[in-house]
């Protein structure tokens, strides 16, 4: 017999052949003396399970599963146990083999871990998660380092550091990346926050935000960093003392700075950022404290309530007392031309060059705010350069002014006037730009409504929609590039046709609401206000959402009700189920429905031939099609499991079934609209033939417009 092993197998035998020096014993192997390894993966995928079964069970197993002979127990009295390949264990099972062809060698606990985990990497579409613990067992166990590691799988360093960061997932957002809930981008990030508690409140405020839709990845990794990364340059707590909380010791050597682990943060341009913002919390509350107790030694204020609050709603005005080292630095006097009136008093005073502390105030969460008297920090900026003494100030503008004979200007004014000579050419400079940036967007809008846009245009539109909007997960199997990689999605849309380009851009505009998540059922019910663009788009495209619900989850049929209007619906929306349908008729008590279902049957083109209703190729007479049209017009509906009588009365006429109403090319001029057509006061009314609408229907309809903006008529 001439096996013919997988890649995946030969890597596994190759693994093998390094660690034992017995070549085994092949052979066929009883499936009730194989027991399961408790160390291999849990998580199969069903469908492919059953197909590799139904494989199984025609053409056997094509590649011999890896065993090693172990000691029965009462709990497990087995002989043998899996070492590699137990999915096809588990098919053999289901296909109801007896035997499995295995090769069967002799290996440690330790070399069938080692066999097990790496075949588990080598599979074509192992889980991220399932990766990530493999990796991690290979170096706990086996003592492999992240370079050995990459050399094994051919990886990067960078990449199997990424994969051992998932392993930081808390229980709860592990569950819900395991079950494709959320993508391994999402799970990355959310792996990097170092608290499991903000770990699961970060996952919540990403997939289900306050406002809007779920947010886009570029989104998340925003929010991430601004909520859970902290700067550590902005930090007011010495970073550097390892005493300020001994259980932390100095962020400098924290595991948790982004510096110390620049692998799994290739995002952050900053060494300097804490992950962990509770840890950050309990260092400036230490700060605080002590910063406190040394205040109360030297005589500063500390200021609350009503009086705190008073100087933090005057810190921002030009004539408060108090300020921060946080405010404009254009709240200061002269500012020196080389600042542009930009930054703030911290950008350019160091913590040795500030003023002594005027008081500090503390805020409701109970963190302390230090505040500086205003002309200190102006005399501390004068002494760093950021801001010009009176008398620089005064000497520059007469030397300005000197040509103009204004020698004797006060400085003050002088000040005032070149502050507001500059604000004023600032504010021409920003007109200016919005004026052409209006008027060049007009002109491409007013191209674009005239000639169409170019396909070049389209795809720039596209890509920019990306930067905002992810396209839909469920999907991607209809994609030929990776959804979630923006580079792969460029050169794709770079490289795409017109009507490529369109659908990439309707589903990033429309395929957020297609994925419904347990957590988007109410009472039992699914919130249908996103996703109804998408039925209304459907049904002016002539497919009919209630159709396709039907199609894939069909509703109990209930004729206790119906009527031959009613059975003619339903044969309309549903023609595949007719005979579903005949088959419940046939054995109701209601003997009449038998005649009604014939004739509505009939009269929609099938024709009832050994035990079944058929369709026909041959076109139905136009006249048949029309009684049945008229009578289902007249119908109330009872149909498709709504278990509702028809009404004595009708209501409003409905169009007929079998004919698809043609779409209007022209609206009608103003004071001629067509009279509705009147209720029907009796079901008793005469049928009115439906030749015409039949031959309407059939006359091919005018070409929509080009996509997005329609070209100007001929003239």
């Given amino acids: ?356 502390v005027a008081s500090y105030v503390k805020s409701a969460d109970g963190s302390l705010k230090p505040f500086y008297k205003r002309v200190d920090l102006q005399s501390a900026l004068e002494d760093a350069g950021a801001c010009e003494t009176v008398e620089a100030h005064a000497a520059r503008m007469q030397a300005l002014q000197g040509e103009s004979g204004s020698a004797n200007v006060d400085p003050k004014q002088a000040a005032r006037d070149a502050a507001q000579q500059e604000h004023q050419a600032k504010e021409k400079i920003a007109a200016d730009e919005t004026t052409y940036r209006v008027e060049l967007y007009k002109r491409v809008r007013r191209h674009g409504a005239q000639s169409g846009f170019s396909l070049q245009t389209l795809r720039e539109v596209t890509k920019d929609a990306f930067r905002e909007f992810s396209l839909p997960r469920s999907l991607s199997s209809i994609y030929e590039f990776d959804c979630k990689d923006e580079d792969a999605v460029n050169s794709h849309i770079d490289a795409a046709g017109l009507p490529e380009v369109q659908m990439i851009l309707i589903d990033l505009l429309l395929g957020s609401p297609l994925e419904v998540h347990h957590y988007d059922v109410r009472d039992n019910v699914v919130d249908q206000d996103d996703f109804s663009t998408i039925t209304a788009i459907a049904q002016h495209e002539g497919i009919d959402p209630v159709a396709v619900r039907e199609e894939l989850f069909p509703s109990p049929i209930n004729v206790t009700d119906m009527h031959y209007a009613d059975l003619a619906k339903f044969i309309v929306r549903a023609p595949g189920r007719i005979n579903e349908l005949k088959d419940i008729v046939i054995v109701h008590p209601r003997t009449e429905l038998i005649q009604m279902l014939e004739d509505a049957a009939k009269s929609l083109g099938f024709v009832y031939a050994a035990g079944r209703f058929e369709k026909p190729s041959a076109p139905v007479a136009a006249e048949n099609v029309g009684t049945a049209a008229e009578v289902v017009e007249v119908a109330t509906p009872a149909a498709m499991g709504e278990g509702t009588a028809a009404a004595a009365e009708p209501e409003a006429a409905e169009p007929a079934p079998v004919v698809p109403a043609a779409k209007p090319t022209k609206a009608k001029p103003k004071g001629k609209a067509a009279t509705p057509a009147p209720k029907p006061s009796a079901p008793a009314k005469t049928p009115v033939k439906a030749k015409a609408t039949i031959k309407q229907a059939t006359k091919p309809l005018a070409p929509e417009a080009a996509w997005p903006f329609p070209k100007p008529a001929a003239a």
């Fill in 1 to 356: 017999m001439k096996i013919t092993p997988t890649a995946a197998q030969s890597v596994v035998d190759a693994i093998a052949d390094q660690i034992i020096a017995d070549d085994g014993i092949y052979g066929k192997y009883e499936l009730a003396k194989i027991r399961k390894s408790p160390d291999n993966r849990k998580r199969f995928n069903e469908q492919a399970l059953q197909e590799l079964a139904a494989s199984i069970k025609s053409m056997g197993v094509a590649q011999p599963i890896l065993i090693r002979p172990v000691t029965p127990t009462a709990e497990a009295p087995e002989e043998f146990e899996i070492v590699a390949g137990e999915r096809r264990y588990r098919a053999s099972v289901i296909a109801g083999m007896g035997t499995i062809p295995a090769m069967c060698r002799t290996l440690s606990d330790l070399d069938a871990a080692k066999i097990r985990i790496l075949e588990n990497l080598q599979r074509e579409d192992p889980h991220p998660m399932e990766e990530a613990e493999g990796y991690q067992q290979l170096m706990l166990q086996h003592g492999f380092s992240a370079d050995q590691l990459a050399e094994e799988v051919k990886k990067s360093r960078a990449y199997i550091y990424g994969r051992l960061k998932l392993c930081a997932l808390t229980t709860d957002v592990r569950e819900q990346f395991l079950n494709d809930q959320i993508p391994a981008s999402t799970a990355l990030l959310i792996a990097r926050i170092p608290v499991p508690k903000l770990q699961v409140q970060a996952l919540k405020e990403i997939a289900t935000p306050q406002y809007g839709e779920a947010l886009s990845y570029r989104r998340a990794v925003d929010h991430v960093q601004s909520r859970y990364m902290l700067n550590l340059a902005e930090a007011r707590f010495p970073i550097n003392d390892a005493r300020l909380l001994a259980s932390a010791g100095a962020c400098s050597k924290c595991p948790k700075r982004t510096g110390n682990q620049p692998e799994l943060y290739p995002d952050v341009k900053s060494a300097d950022v804490c992950t962990d913002p509770d840890c950050h919390a309990e260092k400036r509350a230490a700060h605080d404290a002590a910063t406190i107790v040394e205040a109360n030694k030297k005589g500063i204020p500390i200021l609350e309530g009503e009086a705190a609050q008073r100087v933090l709603n005057d810190r921002w005005t030009t004539t408060s007392e108090l300020v921060t080292d946080e405010v404009g630095l254009q709240q200061f006097l002269r500012n020196a031309p080389h600042t542009k009136n930009a930054g703030s008093p911290k950008a350019y005073l160091t913590p040795e060059t500030l003023p002594p």
